[in-house]
């Protein structure tokens, strides 16, 4: 028996640990800067790439993929090619090759010419790549002191059109209001006309202001597009590739451990610290982290304090009658319910009828810009996870309420206290650890969930995040990404998902950390609970 | 009491089949003090007790003189639990419980519907078989039965903590960790604690319901110094089983038998005359 049981955990352990040591092996090595092989074939043909896997299939021989990039210039727009090995006549590995990091349509492997950069400061002498590398970060500079100034501006006179536009919406709705009511009073009726007035002359001005603004942009932009360099692709093509499109230009083939370590580190960097690009496959997940982070929080404090109240209820108030038994068979099996189904009772309940009714209440003059809370927004999708976890919180506090000794509750009452005091100052202390334990199942179970936040609120791109400068500056009603949704998105909904396989990976290294973090600092905190408490166990 | 005084008919015939002892009278021979606490500060009388339809005290009648130390004895079983929980209502907490008689505590009734418990727990104070220190730190430990009773004064509380821990000679080993968790503390630290914790409110009475069958016989030892000390200040009635410890600690010792009250008498007579039967065989080890 002891070897069947042992047998079965050693089961569950070792498939435990092949899914972490496969997300770990392909999530970590991916910003790695892999060599990149020049391979001639026996035809002639060259190619430039990085070799992914091989695959021996049957009659064809042993066949090897490379990564070959350069998307736009494919006859089939495919970053990947394979090539039976038989064929490959020589491969070597080029020091000079370069990768150019994109803002669009991928890396491209090739080889620098020359640069052309008639706006830019760079010495028009010596090695290209060394040209090259001047001549981005020349474009950087440039980029933070002409271009993202007028971009700020721009975005200012956005939100400055918004607010006009919302008061101009209320001094609207307003009017209505006082035509379709009984008692005319023309005084505020003209002085609402004029109130209206003015908003539209000052949004005449606001638009007239940014578009002016967008037009320097575009010029700005246009004179920077002229800095090109031009590169040489595998089969000796030229081609010219804008230097404001490009990130970041390395040479894998020539580079040693500390630069390519180095170069790691700022992949991971921009990772953690940059929006994402291409469809999520490219740049950062920040948005994503800040997401999943404030959604969990969120669904904490909201849902917490109510599993706790509840959990108290049941394990110290309610008689143990035949309705408590059947309340706590229902909680216990709440668990057990697809989050999806979670999930259509959030969009039901929380959208459909709270958000519903807060539009029809308080955003009734914007409706006919959009809805505000009458849709998806990261306030929804907390509540439903907060009602998805809160059973675990509830069994938890309950349990934990439960098993403090009787005698405890009796000291407490033979010293003359009531039975509220005893439960604020002698149960809930003794039972914070049990708590807590609950708090950390459901803040794990929350961060891992995705089905349900896909009907209430998750998106794959937002033009905006639910935190941000403006006022009230945390906004609730606002649609989120989540790194949980973003693997899905990434790895099922993108054209070219062979080439964000990569993506996939980082995101899901990213998001098992990221709930170890979270559940890591709860054990943290339950810990040093225990520890104050003088409490002997594990 | 206002309600029914009597039990249910049908239960009243049970006691008579199965005790035949509740009709005799219990022998009860506790000299009346002649000083000013003339007055027993607890007066018991005819406490029927039921847990549901099963009675566990029968008609008990009996005074708990003041300042005195009164231990009360008998098999497991036999109620002394039960009636100790009577005196500062602690039985309330039991669901499905029914008391007839009365008890007067200086002579108030105190098994009244109208009674305030909270004033009545504070003035009778209980420490219980197994030592239930809170998860608080020592000080917080003593100090909580004032501070629920809305004592904020700092300096009032630290003197009472420091007060109460002396007296359950604690203070030496505890005043340099005063703001460490309780539940650090040893098995026997534990019970001086409860007792500290208890005296801090300063009742009149502190009930002890085997307050040393938890301990090892050092601590226990300890307890037993601690109650030949306490009684100069408090009424104490403890339950034990312990006849070796009844007869240490006790001026009084009431013995009851299957919730009846057999024998309440100076503890030196009932050790060495004891004056009924079952008296004689519980002390002899014959039951029990
Ligand atoms: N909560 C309870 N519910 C029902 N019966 C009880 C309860 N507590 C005690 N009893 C019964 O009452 C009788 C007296 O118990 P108790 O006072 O605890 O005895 P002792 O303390 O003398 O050992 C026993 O028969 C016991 O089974
Ligand atoms: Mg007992």
């Given amino acids: ?538 | 009491m206002s309600e029914a005084t009597q039990p249910p008919a049908i239960l009243a015939r049970t006691i008579a089949k199965v005790s035949p002892t509740a009709a005799a009278q219990p022998v009860v021979d506790v000299p009346t003090p002649t000083d000013t606490h003339a007055q027993p500060i607890v007066q018991v009388k005819d406490l029927c007790l039921f847990y549901g339809r099963s009675q566990a005290l029968k008609s008990i009648t009996i005074d708990f003189p003041r300042n005195q130390v009164t231990a009360l004895i008998g098999p497991s079983g036999c109620g002394k639990s039960t009636l100790l929980r009577c005196l500062n209502r602690m039985n309330d907490l039991i669901d499905d419980i029914s008391t007839t008689g009365s008890i007067l505590v200086d002579g108030q009734e105190i098994l009244d519907r109208g009674t305030d418990v909270i004033e009545l727990r504070r003035r009778v104070g209980m420490v219980f078989q197994k030592p239930t220190p809170f998860a608080k730190s020592i000080y917080e430990n003593v100090a909580y039965g004032l501070r629920i009773a809305g004592m904020r004064d700092r300096r009032t509380l630290d003197e009472a903590v420091e007060k109460s821990l002396r007296r359950a000679a604690l203070w030496d080993e505890v005043k340099d960790r005063l703001r460490q968790s309780a539940l650090g503390l040893s098995g026997g630290q534990h019970q001086r604690l409860c007792i500290a914790r208890a005296v801090a409110v300063n009742p009149e009475i502190i009930l002890m319901d085997e307050p040393c069958s938890a301990l090892d016989p050092r601590s226990t030892s300890r307890v037993e110094d601690l109650i030949g000390e306490l009684r100069e200040d408090f009424t104490i009635i403890i339950v034990t089983h312990n006849m070796l410890q009844a007869a240490r600690v006790s001026d009084q010792t009431a013995f009851l038998y299957e919730g009846v009250l057999i024998e309440f008498r100076p503890t030196q007579a009932l050790f060495t005359c004891p004056a009924k039967k079952e008296t004689e065989d519980y002390l002899t080890g014959r039951f029990g």
């Fill in chain 1, 1 to 538: 028996m002891v070897w069947v049981a042992g047998g079965g955990l050693a089961a569950v352990l070792l498939g435990a640990l092949i899914l972490i040591v496969v997300i770990l092996s392909n999530g970590l090595v991916v910003f790695w800067p892999a060599p990149i092989e020049q391979v001639r074939l026996d035809d002639g043909t060259q190619i430039l790439g990085r070799r992914i896997n091989s695959e021996n299939s049957i009659g064809r021989g042993l066949q090897v993929r490379f990564k070959t990039a350069n998307r736009e210039f494919d006859s089939q727009r495919q970053d990947f090619h394979w090539v039976a090995d038989d064929k490959i006549a020589s491969t070597d590995l080029p020091a000079e090759c370069v990768v150019l990091e994109r803002l669009a349509n991928g890396d491209f492997y090739g080889f620098v010419k020359e640069i052309k950069s008639p706006g830019l400061d760079v010495k028009q002498s010596g090695d290209p790549f060394h040209q090259l590398q001047d001549a981005l970060r020349s474009m950087d500079l440039h980029k933070t002191e002409e271009l993202d100034p007028l971009l700020r501006r721009i975005e200012g006179k956005t939100d400055e059109l918004n607010a006009v536009k919302l008061s101009r919406l209320k001094g609207e709705y307003r009017q209505k209001q006082l035509r379709n009511s009984a008692s005319h009073d023309e005084k505020a009726a003209t002085a609402l006309e004029g109130n209206i007035a003015e908003l539209k002359a000052v949004a005449g001005e606001l638009q007239k202001d940014s578009e002016r603004l967008v037009n320097q942009r575009s010029k700005v932009e246009e004179s920077l597009r002229q800095n090109l360099a031009i590169v040489l692709d595998a089969q000796g093509a030229s081609r010219s590739i804008a230097l404001m499109d490009v990130i970041r230009v390395y040479r894998p083939n020539s580079m040693n451990i500390l630069a390519k370590a180095s170069h790691y580190a700022a992949k991971v960097w921009e990772l953690l610290t940059t929006p994402p690009r291409e469809a999520n496959t490219e740049g950062g997940v920040l948005p994503a982290i800040f997401g999943t982070v404030a959604l969990v929080l969120l669904m904490a404090v909201l849902s917490f304090p109510l599993g706790v109240l509840a959990g108290v209820y049941l394990g110290e108030y309610a008689r143990d009658g035949f309705l408590v038994r059947l309340v706590r068979i229902g909680v216990n099996n709440l668990a057990g319910i697809p989050s999806i189904v979670y999930g259509i009772f959030g969009v039901g309940f929380f959208i459909n009828s709270l958000g519903h009714a807060i539009d029809e209440q308080f955003y009734a003059y914007r409706l006919a810009e959009g809805r505000v809370f009458h849709g998806g927004g990261v306030l929804w999708a907390a509540l439903t996870l907060g009602i998805l976890t809160v059973p675990v919180v509830i069994v938890a506090t309950e349990e934990a309420i439960r098993v403090i000794p009787r005698g405890v509750r009796e000291s407490s009452y033979a010293l003359g206290s009531t039975k509220f005091q005893t439960l604020i100052r002698v149960l809930l202390p003794l039972a914070s650890p049990g708590i807590m334990t609950g708090f950390i199942l459901a803040m794990a179970r929350a961060a891992g969930e995705v089905a349900p936040l896909m009907l209430t609120g998750v998106v794959s791109t937002a033009g905006t995040v639910p935190l941000d400068g403006r006022f009230p500056y945390l906004h609730l009603e606002r649609q989120f990404l989540h790194l949980g949704f973003q693997i899905y998105t990434v790895a099922f909904q993108t054209p070219n998902s062979e080439a964000a396989r990569p993506m996939v990976y980082v995101i899901t290294l990213l998001l098992v950390l990221i709930v170890l973090l979270l559940s890591g600092m709860a054990i943290l905190l339950r810990n040093r609970m225990r520890k104050q408490l003088q409490i002997k166990t594990i």
